[in-house]
């Protein structure tokens, strides 16, 4: 069974458009993250929400914006797209009341913007 | 805002050579976690260490959090190419969920 998943795997798009980025989660995790990985491998943290709540909205752009349903869920759509967006984007989700707190992350999604 | 410096940026070894990776964190951090990412793959969080000094080993790999708890490394003895992939230290703090990441240090192995 897959822990934290997303869709889709890779998404190829055009500067301009509008696009979505969806993140589910079975380990009954409460908090749950954005990460942008880029070229070089630099792991930032862009978002996370505990229990549907944002606490954690790091400097992006605002043509990002996270969105989380419910707990098992956090999607982002980012509108306007750049080409400085290319980059794989990994959901991850974590238990906080856990000893470890280690965070799970997703397979990634390879946006790439032409 | 706090920072986790990590050193060196890539390591190139032959199999069997020792391998090691630092991390500094600017302030003091409540744990510190170390993860690896496989080429194409996604981060696996791989150990954590909470005490002052604290020493873990997983088979050749040895993490150690430092006295001032600002400072940690891994070392792995004897590499194998297995072993091939960015690691990655994260630190945190008392006050906040996140986990700040170093930048990684991506290990390539040559038989």
């Known amino acids: 069974d897959t822990a934290v998943s997303q869709t889709p795997k890779y998404l190829v798009t055009q500067m301009g458009n509008d696009k979505s980025i969806k993140c589910e989660q079975n380990?009954?995790?409460?908090?749950m993250y954005w990460y942008k990985q880029d070229s070089k491998k630099f792991l930032k943290i862009m978002f996370s929400y505990n229990n549907k709540e944002l606490i954690i909205n790091e400097t992006v752009p605002n043509r990002f914006s996270p969105k989380s349903p419910d707990k098992a869920h956090l999607n982002l759509h980012i509108n306007s797209l750049e080409l400085g967006d290319s980059a794989v984007y990994f959901c991850?989700?974590?238990?906080?009341?856990?000893?470890?707190?280690?965070?799970?992350f997703g397979p990634g999604t390879r946006l790439t913007v032409l | 805002g706090q920072q986790v410096m990590q050193i060196p940026q890539y390591q190139h070894v032959q199999e069997g050579e020792d391998f090691t990776t630092y991390c500094n964190s600017s302030t003091t951090l409540s744990n510190i976690q170390w993860y690896k990412q496989r080429p194409g793959g996604h981060p696996v969080f791989l150990i954590q260490l909470v005490k002052s000094g604290e020493v873990k080993k997983q088979k050749r790999l040895t993490f150690q959090f430092g006295e001032a708890k600002k400072n940690s490394s891994l070392h792995i003895t004897a590499t194998q190419t297995t072993d091939v992939g960015t690691y990655f230290c994260?630190?945190?703090?008392?006050?906040?969920?996140?986990?700040?990441f170093g930048k990684g240090t991506s290990l390539l192995v040559t038989p």
């Open positions: 994260a630190g945190r703090t008392n006050s906040g969920y996140a986990l700040n």
């Open positions: 991850a989700s974590s238990q906080t009341s856990s000893s470890i707190n280690e965070q799970f």
């Open positions: 380990l009954g995790h409460d908090t």
